[in-house]
């Protein structure tokens, strides 16, 4: 089935996906469901030839040709990012560190060629209203979202391969979009056991309790797999977070010892550290005298009341300790090499969270500003909480993303970690 609607920047194509599963919704107009989808805005309406991962790709404008890569619409973006997509990853994650339970995927908007597009991670959502057709393109309620490239990443070579002892690559380092090698160097965490300090969205110790990961890493083994990440796979960056730890480091001393191994074997890797505030603030100091290219220190929210409901144990931190360890870690590593996590949809006031984006930024700080996800193991998918709408993970992400641009601060430019990645953010889509 094709319909036809005028938009505002010419003829817009949606058609019902043949064999697609779910079915439009019969209360919606179908014109402001298409143009929401292919983002009228200013960002993706210029109405610029699309390519589908079928190849159907329009004489204009070849990306080939420009070499760039357009996002997508940040208002389909967020949606993605709340919804998920209802389909089979070739590269997927479950448990552990961050953001989990999704797929990883290259999405690309129009003028983008097929084989291009922004690293992706998506929920794995079976009630998702997203979903991609016999000919890979993404639809929504059944209809195909047209200008919009959706391309699977596939599983790494290094997957496949074991140290001498036969510890599996896969269990000690994943690959994380299409260039991160990623780890979780202790994969334990003071906070977690005891329900009243664990931060209820965390699942770090679930994919520990699935036998799906080592609790500690062995640098060398690191070295080695990271060695063939970058040979086999492409991978450019690696970020290496942890458990917190009770000693003075708060686990830095391990970072510290497998950032010099990495290094020692791949000469110029671009590194990330992701650390709480450690008690002693020399070993921010520490971690980047062993090569360590950037840091994350993620308090998630500056909100205290949110902190104290969401995470009590990190709680006890005072944001003051914070604000001294991001601090000492912009003189250390430079401005816009420390980022941090802020969670949209722990019930913090939209007003606030960019207000508290803005004084980082301020400071010289990514606020790499992400939707909180209801992952299974964790106590908030427990208590049935939801992600937040995407019309508020849309606002504040827009806003956010505006801040960044006038600062001149892009993810990027952070060389290593979330931030350059990009791939858990709504951020890229607007600029940020
Ligand atoms: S932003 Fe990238 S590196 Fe960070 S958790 Fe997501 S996929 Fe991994």
């Given at each position: 089935?094709?319909?036809?609607?005028?938009?505002?920047?010419?003829?817009?194509?949606?058609?019902?996906?043949?064999?697609?599963?779910?079915?439009?919704?019969?209360?919606?107009?179908?014109?402001?469901?298409?143009?929401?989808?292919?983002?009228?805005g200013p960002a993706a309406g210029g109405g610029g030839p699309g390519r589908t991962p079928t190849g159907a790709q329009s004489a204009e404008a070849s990306p080939e040709a420009t070499g760039?890569?357009?996002?997508?619409?940040?208002?389909?973006?967020?949606?993605?990012?709340?919804?998920?997509?209802?389909?089979?990853?070739?590269?997927?994650?479950?448990?552990?560190?961050?953001?989990?339970?999704?797929?990883?995927?290259?999405?690309?908007?129009?003028?983008?060629?097929?084989?291009?597009?922004?690293?992706?991670?998506?929920?794995?959502?079976?009630?998702?209203?997203?979903?991609?057709?016999?000919?890979?393109?993404?639809?929504?309620?059944?209809?195909?979202?047209?200008?919009?490239?959706?391309?699977?990443?596939?599983?790494?070579?290094?997957?496949?391969?074991?140290?001498?002892?036969?510890?599996?690559?896969?269990?000690?380092?994943?690959?994380?979009?299409?260039?991160?090698?990623?780890?979780?160097?202790?994969?334990?965490?003071?906070?977690?056991?005891?329900?009243?300090?664990?931060?209820?969205?965390?699942?770090?110790?679930?994919?520990?309790?699935?036998?799906?990961?080592?609790?500690?890493?062995?640098?060398?083994?690191?070295?080695?797999?990271?060695?063939?990440?970058?040979?086999?796979?492409?991978?450019?960056?690696?970020?290496?977070?942890?458990?917190?730890?009770?000693?003075?480091?708060?686990?830095?001393?391990?970072?510290?010892?497998?950032?010099?191994?990495?290094?020692?074997?791949?000469?110029?890797?671009?590194?990330?550290?992701?650390?709480?505030?450690?008690?002693?603030?020399?070993?921010?100091?520490?971690?980047?005298?062993?090569?360590?290219?950037?840091?994350?220190?993620?308090?998630?929210?500056?909100?205290?009341?949110?902190?104290?409901?969401?995470?009590?144990?990190?709680?006890?931190?005072?944001?003051?300790?914070?604000?001294?360890?991001?601090?000492?870690?912009?003189?250390?590593?430079?401005?816009?090499?420390?980022?941090?996590?802020?969670?949209?949809?722990?019930?913090?006031?939209?007003?606030?969270?960019?207000?508290?984006?803005?004084?980082?930024?301020?400071?010289?700080?990514?606020?790499?500003?992400?939707?909180?996800?209801?992952?299974?193991?964790?106590?908030?998918?427990?208590?049935?909480?939801?992600?937040?709408?995407?019309?508020?993970?849309?606002?504040?992400?827009?806003?956010?993303?505006?801040?960044?641009?006038?600062?001149?601060?892009?993810?990027?430019?952070?060389?290593?970690?979330?931030?350059?990645?990009?791939?858990?953010?709504?951020?890229?889509?607007?600029?940020?």
């Open positions: 089935m094709t319909a036809y609607v005028e938009g505002g920047s010419g003829l817009l194509k949606a058609r019902r996906a043949p064999g697609a599963a779910g079915a439009p919704s019969a209360a919606r107009d179908p014109r402001d469901e298409v143009e929401a989808l292919l983002g009228l760039a890569v357009t996002p997508i619409d940040l208002a389909l973006r967020a949606e993605l990012a709340v919804h998920g997509l209802r389909a089979t990853p070739g590269l997927s994650r479950r448990g552990g560190a961050g953001p989990s339970n999704d797929g990883h995927w290259k999405l690309a908007g129009p003028a983008t060629a097929t084989g291009c597009g922004t690293q992706t991670t998506l929920p794995m959502s079976p009630d998702s209203p997203f979903s991609l057709d016999a000919d890979g393109q993404l639809t929504k309620d059944g209809v195909v979202v047209e200008d919009v490239s959706v391309e699977a990443i596939e599983r790494p070579a290094f997957y496949d391969l074991c140290t001498a002892d036969g510890t599996r690559y896969e269990d000690l380092a994943r690959l994380h979009g299409t260039n991160v090698l990623a780890t979780t160097v202790v994969q334990t965490c003071i906070r977690y056991r005891d329900e009243a300090t664990r931060c209820r969205f965390c699942t770090i110790e679930e994919s520990l309790r699935a036998g799906t990961t080592l609790q500690v890493k062995r640098p060398e083994d690191l070295a080695e797999v990271a060695a063939a990440a970058v040979r086999l796979d492409g991978v450019t960056q690696m970020v290496m977070t942890t458990g917190t730890s009770n000693g003075r480091d708060r686990g830095a001393k391990h970072l510290v010892r497998c950032v010099e191994a990495v290094l020692a074997a791949v000469p110029g890797l671009a590194i990330q550290v992701q650390i709480e505030p450690p008690l002693d603030l020399v070993w921010i100091d520490r971690l980047h005298e062993a090569g360590a290219a950037a840091v994350g220190i993620h308090v998630e929210s500056t909100d205290e009341t949110v902190r104290a409901r969401w995470t009590p144990g990190k709680a006890e931190v005072p944001i003051a300790r914070y604000e001294e360890a991001w601090r000492r870690a912009v003189a250390v590593f430079g401005p816009n090499r420390v980022s941090t996590y802020l969670l949209v949809g722990l019930g913090e006031e939209p007003d606030h969270l960019v207000a508290d984006a803005e004084r980082l930024i301020d400071m010289g700080v990514y606020p790499f500003v992400v939707p909180y996800r209801p992952m299974d193991g964790s106590l908030a998918f427990g208590d049935g909480v939801p992600a937040p709408s995407p019309a508020e993970l849309r606002a504040v992400t827009g806003r956010v993303a505006r801040a960044l641009r006038h600062a001149g601060m892009r993810g990027i430019d952070q060389v290593a970690g979330c931030a350059a990645c990009g791939a858990c953010s709504a951020l890229g889509a607007d600029g940020g």
